[in-house]
């Protein structure tokens, strides 16, 4: 990939939670409009990556860049108002408030802009939410949660977008169509990291993918030799 | 039964500052997870700084005493929300990422510093507020006396409970406020800055004790360096029993303390009264710890 092609680098990042490291210098690029995923077992680091992304957590040593400013020295909501946006793992909806202030949280860093057509957007996207627009996050089912934190995620009109672990605990139906909404919104333009245990449909979703253990890289391809490289198969497909 | 509606209507006025006071616990308890020990203090540095005001400006007369409330009521929000943003800067912010005992250790010396600051300006001995500010009126409603200053501190406790209520339920940075109690981690994924929402908290909180420093001031006439240790602790109570965290629960709260209060000492002894409301205290932490108000909604797995 060159340089100009690239709208996120990660560059040796290495993170350590008291002293017990995460990751061990990871280095991935993502070119802009692309669909990558990041695979690995429990533990493996995924989302400790896009924590560090994020500015959630502080890589120990490496570098971030996002279209080429070093972001790993901003705070977490510089970071949004740069474009990264994430719908993190278990969702983190806000339970004690509607689906509709979720919304309007995740176009937090628009300040005095409409978010009229962003929410009717996210609405057309995820219908079940507008039935559901002034009930409570929490009492909303798991998919129905998962649709909110997504759609949350794209309030703030992200450039990249980083999903953790969208597909658990639902229901295979569910993740179908949560998986075609999930390229529906990469064709509209947004560039997506997707982080997944279910590594088959990501796999099939995805551009490129990168594969993680325990820290470290251990593989990276385009999506479709990933399918059919029986490591892979093997470590994380099942013999289906 | 007179005088039960009597001791009702006196019971919320009680009531309604201990629950403008509760509100700054529970503010900053609900983004930050920690109890700030010295908001008993902010609340009776608002009672001095509004005790010094309302002496100068009502002085000679210049100002009638409407005029003269309201510009005291300013000085005394502003100076105290000043006071509560230099406390967090000081006290509690270089501890952020500590223990979170040593956050409380903090908060305990905040406050004494403040009570000894409190009283090396302004005296250990008790202060009269000017007692002819308000004109000493009393209607007659249903048989009831109610006296105008009475009528005055409830009425100025409840306008201000429900702007911040409206602030917090219909405003953006309302919005982000209560993301951060619910899920910090979560709001700064939003793009909220975690820090200025504490920094916030930390002024509206000491904003409102302070303004219930001033209304004590005009409602009792007298003010006394260490008055913010027993109304801190009845206002703490007054948050755990709402639900400590919960913004409408913290109103609820210090109303029905106040009642509790007020009826202990008509009808039981005013020397239980004190006593009484902390067994309420030690009830809800056995019995109920997330307070009276229904639990929030539980996320689902």
Redo the contacts between chains.
Sequence with gaps: MAETEKLLELKNLVVSYGGVEALHGLSLAVAPGELVTILGANGAGKSTTLMAI???VRPAQGEIYFQGQRIDVL???EV??LGI??A?E????????TVE?NL???G??R?GQDLGPDLERVYDLFPRLLERQGQ???????GE?QMLAIG??LM?RPKLLLLDEPSL?LAPLLVKSIFETIKGINESGVTIILVEQNARAALKLADRGYVLDVGHLVLEDQAERLLNNPQVRDAYLGTR | MAHFIEQIIYGLTVGSVYALIALGYTMVYGVMKLINFAHGELFTLGAFIGFVFLGTLSWGSYFGPALAIGLTAILVAGSTALAGHFLERVAYRPLRHSDRLAAVVSALGASIFLQNVIMVVWGAQYRAFNASLLPTVVWRIFGQSVSLVRLFVFLTAVIIMLSLYLFINRT?LG??I??AA??Q?????????V?RVIALVFVIGPALGGLAGLLVGIYYGQINFNMGQMYGLKAFTAAVIGGIGNIPGAMLGGLLLGLLETLADAYVSGAWKDALAFVALISILIFRPTGILPE??????
């Design positions: 994020s500015g959630l705070p977490s909501h949004v108002r946006t994430q993190p278990g969702r983190r909806v806000f339970g004690p408030m202030e309007r949280l995740g937090f860093t300040h409570m996050a929490g009492t909303l089912s798991g949660q949350r995620a703030a605990g | 953006r919005l982000a209560r993301a619910i899920d981690g979560a709001a700064r994924l939003m793009g909220v800055d820090s929030r909604v539980a996320e689902k797995l």
